[in-house]
């Protein structure tokens, strides 16, 4: 098969951490803000968000890693078998 002729695209550039710990400083004020509501209602919406963010943690270490890699292997082995 011949060359192509266009160039690789060139590496993604690695970024600073700067991002990340602006939207970290984000969600901590937010849910400061949001504890500083009136009665219990604040508490709530942040006690529900910290559930609906482990919960989509729980799905994205279980779903894309852990099953990914045992997908992986098990082709790995197919491949060896074959």
């Known amino acids: 098969m011949p060359d192509s002729p266009l160039p690789p695209p060139p590496a993604a550039p690695q970024g600073s951490r700067f991002s990340t710990v602006a939207a970290v ?16 209602i604040g ?28 997908l992986r292997e098990a082709e790995e082995d197919e491949e060896d078998e074959s």
């Open 25 to 40: 400083m984000m969600i901590l004020l937010g849910a400061g803000f949001l504890l500083l509501l009136p009665g219990r």
């Open 43 to 70: 508490v709530a919406m942040v006690v529900g968000g910290l559930f609906f963010s482990g919960l989509f943690g729980f799905h994205y270490l279980v779903w894309g890693r852990w099953l990914g890699k045992v």
